[in-house]
């Protein structure tokens, strides 16, 4: 796991400092650009090493509690994107992401409590107590790790005027950190 950890801490290494370089060179539309070679390679890699094997013919696929919960949270996630901006909820916009929010979120709730064991989201792995422990810690690492590496390029390039390739050498440590803590949390455990 520690070793999965660390590859996945190799993004928020090297993007802050690609995606500074990339945005002071040329401009911020490359920062979309440069990631088709990165997933034609991954394509590439997927198609020649995975194995092909047979669909399971009792596995079905949930659209409706896909589509319903992807609604929710894109709706959502728009929501707190864009509320500042528009000073939350006196904005129609605003209102309207958080009612297709709350109302998408309502009919994946009730989807996946009546459609049983054919729905997207298995709540029964909410009841066993490793599984949600894990995780309730997983979302408080993600927000606490996550949430700082949002905000802190914006404090960086707006309140201290940083560049924005100083700003993306500046962030790189902490994914260095990361790495690193994740090679011995491995061994620790």
């Known amino acids: 796991m520690a070793v999965w950890g660390m590859g996945v801490m190799v993004g928020p290494i090297l993007v802050p400092t690609l995606g500074g370089w990339l945005t002071d060179s040329?401009?911020?539309r490359w920062v979309c650009f440069i990631n088709?070679?990165?997933?034609?390679?991954?394509?590439?890699?997927?198609?020649?090493?995975?194995p092909s094997r047979e669909p399971k013919p009792d596995a079905k696929f949930n659209a409706?509690?896909?589509v319903t919960l992807g609604f929710?949270?894109?709706?959502?996630?728009?929501?707190?994107?864009?509320?500042?901006?528009?000073?939350?909820l006196g904005s129609h916009e605003i209102v309207i992401e958080a009612l297709i929010a709350a109302v998408s979120f309502a009919f994946f709730l009730v989807h996946t409590a009546t459609v049983g064991k054919k729905s997207f989201f298995k709540y029964?792995?909410?009841k066993d107590?490793?599984?949600t422990t894990g995780t309730f810690f997983i979302f408080v690492i993600g927000a606490v790790m996550y949430a700082k590496r949002t905000l802190l390029p914006s404090m960086l390039q707006n309140l201290m005027n940083y560049p924005v390739a100083t700003t993306g050498l500046v962030t790189a440590p902490?994914?260095?950190?990361t790495m690193v803590a994740m090679l011995f949390a491995g061994r620790l455990y």
């Open 26 to 28: 040329y401009n911020w």
């Open 124 to 126: 029964e792995l909410l």
């Open 64 to 66: 409706f509690g896909f």
């Open 36 to 50: 088709v070679p990165i997933g034609a390679f991954a394509l590439f890699g997927v198609v020649t090493f995975l």
């Open 174 to 177: 902490s994914g260095a950190g």
């Open 129 to 131: 107590p490793n599984f």
């Open 72 to 88: 929710s949270i894109g709706a959502l996630q728009a929501m707190l994107d864009r509320g500042e901006q528009l000073d939350w």
